[in-house]
């Protein structure tokens, strides 16, 4: 462990041993190495793109907030990311701007799962706007998300989101500032917070992005609109 709390054959090995070879990799300019070859970790969190230390959680006293809420969304659309998950992200910013991620919703789902997934997420929240990328919309759920919202009588606001070419990462500095900045928190305790952690951590290097995907657009649904 990063700690040293934890370690794997201590007659062999001994908190020294792995100091020395962090030290080593660092003086050689890679880290990255020591987290990949002795923690089983693809990042060193010291250069990580997001940091433990910046996620901070929401408290007692944030829960008496009064919120205004936005949703967005990541979908798995084509054939190529059938192993891939669909993912909606909520968060709320209060009076002084702080945003509280408070919920995200991750599966995998067919058009009709997302559409009753959209509208019922803006039943509970009735956020002010819902963001999800452009063609994600209009490929795998348009037509089928106007019948429905007619159906159930239920007008979520929806911004399509253009990525304009960039490339994941420069997608997410818009909310990796907002981080680093300690304006974001997260409600810590739910379950579905760990996974999310652990991929934020990670990135990129993570087998799954599609929560940072989401989060990313929280952040440029949010400089929009905020």
Request: charged letters at 30%; glycine letters at 4%; a negative charge.
């Amino acid at each position: 462990t990063p700690d040293f709390s934890l370690i794997l054959w201590k007659e062999r090995f001994n908190k020294e041993f792995f100091l020395e070879r962090k030290e080593e990799f660092a003086r050689q300019g890679i880290p990255d190495v020591y987290s990949q070859e002795y923690l089983n970790v693809p990042l060193d969190e010291s250069v990580a793109f997001f940091k433990r230390n910046d996620l901070l959680e929401i408290k007692e006293d944030d829960r008496k907030k009064k919120l205004t809420y936005y949703i967005t969304g990541d979908l798995a659309i084509s054939e190529k990311e059938t192993a891939d998950y669909s993912v909606f992200m909520v968060a709320g910013v209060d009076e002084n701007r702080i945003v509280h991620v408070v919920n995200i919703v991750r599966g995998r789902m067919d058009g009709k799962e997302i559409v009753d997934t959209i509208l019922s997420m803006h039943r509970v929240y009735q956020p002010l706007a819902i963001g999800i990328e452009e063609m994600q919309v209009s490929k795998a759920i348009g037509p089928f998300l106007r019948e429905e919202m007619m159906a159930q009588n239920t007008f979520p606001m929806l911004i399509p989101m253009k990525h304009m070419g960039k490339d994941k990462q420069s997608r997410a500095r818009s909310i990796q500032a907002r981080v680093r900045a300690k304006t974001v928190k997260f409600a810590k305790g739910e379950d579905w917070y760990p996974d999310f952690e652990d991929e934020l951590l990670k990135f990129p290097r993570a087998k799954h992005d599609d929560q940072v995907d989401a989060f990313a657009y929280l952040g440029l649904l949010l400089n929009s609109l905020v």
